[in-house]
């Protein structure tokens, strides 16, 4: 004999005529097989990617850096940066509206800059990696007499600099948007460039991901054309395997030499200003080495 199936006032039971309908289909109607739902939600999964990659394409500033400046027309490579897109205040978005168009640039891989032009015939420098750029702004201004590239995919930090440069009133500071790679392959003209800043860069601490760290022997092949004889490249890091691997690298190769006689970590010069980030890591108990080469 069948089971009862016991209605209740506030959750009427199924009838013979619906039970074996499954919830959310119309009565008479057949159930969505799997398969159908395996296909729609892949169209939804699909649709989805779609929107996020329009997303990461437009702008989010018109007339301000590129989402991204190199787009298609570059080989894709291991990355050794992670864009993000983070949350810009009200002063950096003022600051990348009104300076971008004068000092900031789309690293698109499409032109060969003019760096005396650029720079109103100043020596440049080349920093990659900035972060929020209190550092960079400092150095401007402390020496007027060298032009500072700086580099970095962060927009926030693009804003945040501009906006100390402009408050500080130094006009030796260009912003330079996208990979540093493409920049030091595409756009620059060989022995352009009297020295390379690259100040805690991401360590990438996990043993799989070292292959992600920017100073590696193919960076410094392709950082030694653009750099003049006599060039310091510097580099600091408050990740101790990180910095062994910086001096070893730079040892190694036969057109950097240490300008430490002993051939080993050189001192904070005083140009390089201690960052409140820097700060914090000391008071950790974090050791900050200093790597300083010149291009021979």
């Not at 990438?204 to 410094?220: N, V």
Request: hydrophobic share 35%; charged share 25%.
């Amino acid at each position: 004999m069948s089971e009862p199936l016991n209605p209740t006032p506030e959750t009427p039971g199924p009838t013979p005529e619906t039970d074996s309908v499954t919830p959310g289909t119309a009565p008479g109607a057949l159930p969505e097989t799997a398969p159908e739902k395996d296909a729609d939600a892949a169209v939804r999964r699909a649709a989805s990617f779609e929107r996020q990659r329009r997303l990461r394409q437009e702008p989010r500033f018109p007339g301000g850096p590129a989402a991204d400046p190199a787009g298609s027309h570059h080989e894709r490579r291991i990355r050794s940066f992670q864009p993000r897109r983070s949350r810009v205040t009200t002063g950096q978005e003022d600051a990348l509206q009104r300076l971008w168009p004068t000092w900031g640039l789309d690293i698109d891989g499409l032109r060969v800059l003019d760096l005396p032009t650029l720079f109103d015939g100043l020596p440049v420098v080349l920093e990659i990696g900035f972060g929020m750029g209190e550092a960079t702004a400092q150095m401007a201004a402390d020496d007027p007499g060298t032009g500072i590239l700086a580099v970095d995919v962060h927009t926030p930090g693009q804003g945040n600099l501009l906006g100390l440069a402009d408050r500080a009133g130094v006009s030796n500071v260009r912003v330079a948007n996208g990979d540093a790679i493409i920049l030091l392959r595409e756009m620059l003209e060989p022995a352009s460039l009297d020295g390379l800043r690259v100040y805690f860069p991401d360590p990438w601490p996990k043993k799989r991901h070292h292959k992600r760290r920017l100073i590696q022997p193919d960076f410094l092949d392709l950082v030694a054309r653009p750099l003049k004889p006599g060039a310091v490249v510097h580099c600091a890091t408050d990740w101790e395997p990180y910095a062994e691997q910086m001096l070893d690298v730079l040892t190694e190769h036969p057109q950097f030499e240490n300008t430490r006689a002993d051939g080993g970590y050189a001192p904070r010069p005083p140009f390089r200003p201690l960052t409140r980030f820097e700060g914090q890591g000391l008071d950790k108990g974090h050791v900050v080495h200093d790597v300083l080469f010149t291009r021979r």
